[in-house]
């Protein structure tokens, strides 16, 4: 059922163009909860699959898509895959440690009975020795010294505690492309069968990680796209190429800063949003963007212009996770969210403006692309509408980051759902017709939301519905 033949309920005028992704959780459990998130101004829902089981989250694509119809309004789902998320085991209490100890780490080890601390993965067939193990997300830094009989033995750097559960981080550990776990592969074949739009690859080190990802979901028939997660020291060593084998990004800011220099991670979060603004492939800022929005009613000042800094650099979309799975106020936080992207574009006196000397050969597809932008300028018109099968047209548009709200014209349900979260796009699903365009703006005027005398920029291709046609701008004038 098409979710998108009622009419908007929010003015073209007062359209957000960042996006906003929020994490369904316990504190959000519930149709009546996912709906008023959707109508608070998120536009895609993510899913962690490092909680829950499937017949939970089955439960909870059957609410969006259900609050989506009601809503009339595109939802992007997310599956967010664990990936070898490495922690701590089981043990009772807390166990402090002090600089220079020696500890020793065994997989599923007991640690009442033998003094081997508990852990949920086999590192000693990954780690080398002189490498560095960050432990309680980077609370305790310790150094590999040898690996012997399955235990990892290490030196602790500094004093503090270790907890049961608590994550562990290798930023000099090769995986070896061994990112993608059988939990994975297990949660990959139910996402096949669950309208999943989008999957969220976790602990990415290099290219051929979402190309093995991708030959994974071809053989499960999935048409997912790919966010490719920034959250490892040798990720952002090859930063290029994983945007460029990616369908969208995210700066998973948390791990990221235990990874590489706190200090870093700013500057790292530009160059990322650069390049997918560079190659036209959306990008997310993550992690503790309102987090003390999780206990209190109102964000910190630094909190609100961390949103707004994420909107002046251009990104795509800004998420919540803690907030709006676990926190107290969920909603409040979309809302607060919302709020900051709305006076920061409203009121931006900048534009974002990433310099490359190395710009990529255009395509016609980019070439067009641009030439709507600087037409719709020249002749201040209403909108912009992108015809678009793929979605390809609507993204290469939205990488120019025009000020003019986008209106994509698709007849892929999917692809309407994926494009919910593009920079300034706003999805509709109509028949593959030479005139979509026309009905549709003629629609939006008949129902207010477009006014006679609006001037509208329309892209599309002479053969509907064939991918990758585009070759025809028109300017109407609405009557």
């Not at 460029?244 to 949003?273: K, N």
């Not at 979309?317 to 709006?324: G, I």
């Not at 709507?372 to 201040?380: D, F, P, T």
């Amino acid at each position: 059922m098409n979710t998108t033949h009622k009419v908007p309920v929010v003015p073209l005028d007062r359209y957000k163009r960042t996006k906003i992704i929020a994490t369904v959780g316990p504190a959000t459990d519930s149709y009546e909860a996912i709906l008023e998130m959707i109508k608070s101004g998120a536009n895609g829902l993510r899913l962690n699959f490092s909680h829950g089981d499937h017949a939970e989250h089955e439960q909870r694509i059957k609410w969006i898509r259900k609050a989506s119809r009601e809503y009339s309004k595109p939802v992007a789902i997310i599956q967010d895959l664990q990936g070898p998320k490495i922690r701590l085991g089981d043990f009772e209490g807390i166990i402090n440690v002090l600089e220079g100890q020696a500890i020793r780490l065994g997989y599923k080890a007991d640690y009442e009975k033998d003094g081997v601390i508990p852990i949920q993965y086999d590192l000693s067939k990954k780690v080398k020795r002189g490498e560095r193990l960050y432990i309680y997300d980077g609370k305790v830094l310790t150094t590999v010294t040898s690996i012997n009989d399955g235990l990892v033995h290490v030196r602790v750097e500094n004093d503090g505690i270790l907890i049961k559960r608590k994550g562990i981080n290798l930023p000099d550990t090769d995986f070896g492309g061994d990112v993608i776990t059988k939990k994975d592969r297990a949660d990959l074949a139910f996402g096949s069968s669950n309208e999943i739009d989008y999957v969220a690859q976790s602990f990415v080190q290099t290219p051929d990680d979402i190309r093995n990802l991708r030959k994974i979901m071809k053989n499960l028939g999935m048409k997912s796209r790919i966010i490719v997660k920034f959250e490892t020291r040798s990720a952002v060593m090859h930063m290029e190429e994983i945007v460029q084998e990616s369908d969208a990004v995210m700066i998973a800011r948390g791990d990221l800063a235990v990874e590489t220099p706190t200090e870093s991670v700013p500057i790292i979060q530009r160059q990322i949003i650069g390049l997918g603004i560079k190659y036209a492939k959306p990008t997310i800022v993550a992690t503790q963007m309102l987090f003390s929005m999780t206990e209190m009613p109102e964000p910190t000042r630094a909190e609100v212009s961390d949103v707004a800094t994420a909107v002046l650099v251009g990104a795509d979309c800004v998420m919540l996770s803690d907030e709006t799975a676990n926190g107290r106020y969920p909603i409040k936080a979309i809302e607060v969210m919302k709020r900051v992207i709305l006076y920061t574009e409203q009121n931006a006196p900048l534009k974002p403006i990433f310099i490359d000397e190395q710009q990529p050969r255009k395509s016609s597809q980019q070439a067009i692309s641009r030439a709507v932008i600087r037409l719709a300028k020249e002749i201040q018109a209403t909108a912009i509408v992108a015809e678009t099968k793929s979605g390809a047209t609507a993204l290469q548009i939205a990488a120019q980051r025009s000020e003019l709200p986008m209106i994509a014209v698709t007849s892929d349900e999917r692809v309407a759902q994926q494009l919910a979260i593009v920079y300034s796009c706003k999805s509709y699903i109509r028949p593959d017709d030479k005139n979509a365009a026309r009905k549709l703006t003629d629609w939006l005027r008949t129902n207010k939301v477009l006014s006679t005398g609006d001037v509208i920029i329309s892209c599309s291709g002479q053969y509907p519905g064939v991918v990758g046609t585009t070759d025809t701008i028109k300017v109407r004038v609405l009557e």
